[in-house]
């Protein structure tokens, strides 16, 4: 196959065709297998069960000990190759709607597919027996460590930290406002069900927002100290909702709050835009 015709075939396919639907459908679904397991072990952790990282990693780990575990992570992996490639059309040729087009949206794209390109090829290198690599927590503070060490590396890590923190709440009002609804098609659904999407959105995309704002609020505050212990993955960051008032409590709702995200994909897999 020529180079030129294999252009057409992947412009045809991030413009609406049966190529990008598929991946994105199959991406959002794998994104929400991985929410709903990293929701179950953190809930296990609220409850006292501290043996198992509440993050990618720990989920990968759950899921292979189940029956036919390591073809199902390889279907994760396969779903998040999915993902990125979806984004990377996005950045592309655009995303849906009048204003997919627009620079701002292209680069937000382009993020993504660097971040769901990241998780894929760590997921398949699980499947292939590599082993479940280090924990997010080991990951952040070894990347914050580097980072640090860089010339000006400390306003480095406040500002990434900063733009986590800023993401998180965007998140959290954009799933509170119920933003997501302009990406959706649904005409036919019933009232109910379209209720039961909005409470998956606004209650899962919260607590995904909760749970950004909070990691990007260590990163902040491991700059100011100089100090890339500070610094927390999502592991961490989870169990520190239960240093607060609330304890294990708290922990327990964003769990809650993330096993609702892990639906509300599979809701958008069934009626996003793409």
Known sequence: MSAGVARAGVRSASRGGKGRELTARCGL??????YLLIAGVAARVALGDTGQEADRQGALK??????????LVGAVGV???????????????????????????RLASAGRTVFYGTAAYSVLSFAAGAGSGPSSDEQSRDVTTKALGLPAGQWLVAAAGAGI??????????????????????GGVSAGLRKTVDVLGVGGGMARGLVFATAGGFAVY???RYDPAQVKGMDDTL??????????W???????????????????????KV
């Open 165 to 186: 923190l800023i993401a998180g709440v965007v998140i959290g009002v954009k799933a509170a406002r119920r933003s997501f609804r302009k990406h959706m098609e649904m």
């Open 62 to 71: 759950e899921l292979s000990g189940q029956p036919f575990g390591g073809v």
């Open 29 to 34: 679904t794998a994104r929400g297998v991985l």
């Open 250 to 272: 708290l922990l327990l709702a964003v769990a809650a709050g993330l096993a609702l995200f892990g639906l509300f994909s599979f809701a958008m897999a069934r009626w996003r």
């Open 79 to 105: 779903g998040l190759v999915c993902m990125a490639l979806w984004r990377l059309s996005e950045a592309v040729f655009g995303a849906a709607g009048a204003d997919g087009g627009k620079a701002t949206k």
């Open 239 to 248: 169990r520190s909702f239960t240093a607060t008032p609330a304890g294990p």
């Open 222 to 224: 491991a700059a100011l």
